[in-house]
């Protein structure tokens, strides 16, 4: 089969291409995959792919946020020091960090649907195994194991992404914040209701069941036509757009379905070719400053709670040295959340759709670089506004906000992500930025529960600092893709 030069670099810019050796007839009318996508347009399917797909974001939440309200209860059950807290965090976000770039490589190889599944079924069976857990050490390491079956989760949004038509992503993506949303308020919902009274062993194995029935249902949900295409296998893609059309009562574009076959996929070295370097490592930078400023506020909020900080209390860190219990002879504190501190975290929780809106709206107008550029500078503010002498109500007024700003930033790089990256590259590239990600959930709790204790003012400045940087990365990022196709 002959190559010609010029073909061997297409607008992807990094694998060969072989087309296949018949031509079809002169005068057929040929089509892609995304013009197919554009021509039968949003609808019921696409509405079933939402809850669906979004509906991976509960489960994920769930999981993510389950650390933060049992913390306290581990803490007193093995009588745990801050440092050892805090590794249980940072071991949960490396099992993510290894296993992001496998499953993403692999998905890239294999197809989205096989490893979301996959994912699915690796989590549910760790998450149940911990509640089982006889050890701090066999907690640690089998949280690490929930970690890397999490990861997988992403493989539902790519999905989403290569389904949906191009000026419809802009305002689907971000909406998918309300099961993230839904999952966080479900396990701090949950928490206040079963570690007071069965435990959170209980806990654990309740908050698996969203994952293990989302396991039955995506079987509704087709494998991604743009990735069978760039495999090469037609029949498949064009039985799945047949579908999609169907279900929407659309109709298909005349002619057959013709795309080049990408031999090559999911190499790690596409990612750093010239034609992708800078945006590749601004987007890494980006998502490892996201993701800190993330979970330094939702671990800055449990320690904010877990030991009553607020201007003007002085609520002692452990119980008093006159009881003789055996709580106030320990190294470590035991100090329960109480309902109001589920009440706060709820209230704050909520803050992550707050500014939905107002994302939205940036993201489709403003474009996804400046609306992010935006959204990091006020949570660099925000975070120093911690700082202030406040009441309680003032306090929770600073963490919704927070809340709801790097909510907004994970909403505008998810979709930047999988629109700057063609279908070859594009799980890989999801799954290495989800590994930097990581990188930042795993410092972040020695700075919100280690540094914070010595320096709360320090604390805060790196934490700002951190989002001043990816500000910047953001604005200057090299391509845009409000309104760009997907590649």
Partial sequence: MATAPKEAENAIGLEEIHMERQEPPKGQKTFTVEEAVETIGFGRFHIMLFLIMGSTGVAEAMEIMLIAVVSPLIRCEWQLQDWQVALVTTMVFFGYMVFSIVLGLLADRYGRWKILLLSFLWAAYFSLLTSFAPSYIWFVFLRAMVGGGVSGHAQGLIIKTEFL?????????????????????????????????????????????????????????????????????????????????????????????????????????????????????????????????????????????????????????????????????????????????????MISTVGEIALNPLNILGINFLGRRLSLCITMGCTALFFLLLNICTSSTGMIG???????????????????????????????????????????????????????????????????????????SAFTLPIETKGRALQ
């Fill in 398 to 472: 600073f963490l919704f906000m927070l809340r709801a700003l790097v909510s907004a930033n994970f909403n505008t790089i998810y979709i930047y992500t999988a629109e700057v990256y063609p279908t070859t590259m594009r799980a890989l590239g999801m799954g290495t930025s989800g590994s930097l990600c990581r990188v930042g959930a795993m410092v972040a709790p020695f700075i919100s529960q280690v540094l914070m204790k010595a320096s709360f003012l320090g604390a805060l400045c790196a934490s700002a600092s951190v989002c001043v940087v990816c500000a910047i």
């Fill in 165 to 345: 038509p191009t000026k419809h992503r802009g305002y689907m993506l971000p909406l998918s914040q309300v099961f993230w949303l839904a999952g966080s308020l479900l396990i701090i919902g949950l928490a206040s209701v079963v570690n007071p009274t069965i435990g959170w062993r209980w806990l654990i194995r309740i908050a698996s069941i969203p994952g293990i029935l989302l396991i039955l249902v995506f079987k509704f949900i087709p494998e991604s036509a743009r990735y069978n295409i760039s495999t090469g296998n037609v029949a498949a893609a064009m039985d799945t757009l047949r579908r999609i059309a169907k279900m929407n009562r659309a109709v298909m574009p005349e002619g057959v379905l013709r795309e080049p076959t990408k031999e090559r996929r999911g190499r790690f070295k596409d990612l750093i070719h010239p034609k992708y370097l800078r945006t590749t490592l601004q987007i890494w930078i980006i998502w490892f400053g996201i993701a800190f400023a993330y979970y330094s506020v939702i671990l800055a909020s449990a320690e904010l709670l877990e030991k009553d900080v607020v201007c003007g209390s002085v609520a002692p860190l452990v119980q008093d040295p006159g009881d003789g219990s055996e709580e106030s002879s320990s190294p470590c504190y035991c100090h329960l959340f109480g309902p109001a501190a589920y009440q706060t975290m």
